[in-house]
């Protein structure tokens, strides 16, 4: 990696209806790259069929993707990039109208939309953890630098986490050890799909901001059961849907690295290379708090989406803040099927601010 600027997995809207890779999300991926940003995590890519959580959502499901995650793969490193392919299974979020399936989760229970979701079977739950595996090693075969399984925002790993979500009364609910049991496991198929030395990534929540919910407590425990299971490096965001106003992320430009205390607190229980998302809009920050060792990698989401070569700006000497504001209206735009894409963007008219 040429800097330790990182995007964070961020739905782009842009994949075919069923799932393949299109030209406009190579497109995505390579400006990407162009901009200078040292690391690519793609939006979340669901493993199997019934994980599907949005419309344009990346599949990494069956073998038929691989001809274009190839391509992709190809097209980042041809521009300069590196690029970590995110494994995801929404759970209870996924759309049936979508995937023609029913929901699944931890327990049962109606999504946000009023779906209603079954708790899985011990066999679901085996099925689910091999096609995270399964899903790893197309990734691999494509030509993608690592994997990032996805565990956080209330999709289906983090409902297993989350007391909000999982009621189970057997090995996989209860007490943290046994609601991280399929995490672990997922880790561990994921390692031995791949190989002891190719990067396996997770992205988990600091908290979760609901009632019942993952606590930062809960999140230190989680990261030493990942550092033993052999993870390569954990990412830090948080929130779920049904987080509202209690996530900060909710907050537009109100706070500042949401999970700053959060990694500090994590960074006591592991030695594992952190990611920390959340709040970051500017290359002071960033490098401060590499400096200081609350994080390794800065990864930044919403910016980039105005800006894809916010890196290069500062790297050319103009360290003004990143010019997104935090309204969420992009992910407007990729609901309604038009891909994800900054909707107040103005060409700025600011002198640049130099560094320092």
């Not at 049904?242 to 996530?247: C, T």
């Not at 607190?265 to 500017?282: A, E, K, S, T």
């Not at 994080?295 to 010019?323: Q, Y």
């Amino acid at each position: 990696m040429p800097n330790r600027l990182v995007r964070s997995a961020t739905w782009e809207g842009l994949a075919a209806p069923d799932g393949t890779v299109t030209p406009a999300l190579i497109d995505m991926m390579t400006a990407l790259a162009r901009g200078g940003v040292g690391l690519i995590i793609s939006g979340h890519a669901f493993v199997s069929p019934e994980g599907q959580a949005s419309p344009g959502k990346l599949g990494v499901h069956v073998d038929a993707m691989l001809p274009g995650l190839t391509t992709m793969a190809r097209a980042v490193h041809t521009a300069g990039g590196r690029i970590v392919l995110q494994l995801a299974h929404a759970g209870i979020e996924a759309l049936p109208h979508l995937t023609g399936l029913p929901p699944i989760g931890p327990s049962p229970m109606k999504n946000a939309n009023g779906d209603d979701a079954h708790g899985m079977s011990l066999d679901e739950i085996r099925a689910v953890v091999r096609a995270f595996a399964a899903a790893a090693a197309r990734a691999q075969q494509a030509g993608f630098d690592g994997v990032q399984i996805h565990a956080a925002h209330g999709y289906l790993l983090s409902q297993f986490l989350s007391g909000y979500f999982n009621k189970r009364s057997d090995d996989y609910g209860g007490p943290l050890d046994q609601r991280a049991r399929i995490v672990v496991e997922t880790v561990t198929a994921v390692r031995a799909a791949v190989g002891h030395d190719y990067p396996v990534l997770i992205k988990i929540n600091a908290e979760d901001f609901v009632e019942g919910g993952l606590t930062r407590n809960d999140m230190c425990a989680l990261a030493r059961l990942l550092e033993r299971a052999g993870i390569s490096a954990i990412e830090l965001s948080g929130g779920t849907r049904y987080s509202g106003n209690n996530s900060p992320v909710r907050r537009g430009k109100s706070q500042s690295v949401y999970y700053r205390e959060a990694a500090g607190q994590c960074r006591q229980h592991v030695r594992v290379p952190l990611l920390l998302v959340g709040g970051i809009r500017d290359v002071a920050t960033a490098g401060e708090l590499v400096a200081t060792g609350v994080t390794d990698f800065v990864a930044l989401c919403r910016p980039l989406i105005r800006e894809p070569d916010l890196v290069n700006r500062w790297h050319a000497g103009d360290c003004a803040p990143a010019e997104c504001i935090s309204c969420n209206r992009c992910f407007r735009s990729a609901h309604a099927g038009e891909g994800l894409y900054c909707v107040t963007a103005r060409k700025a008219q600011r002198p640049p601010r130099p560094c320092g």
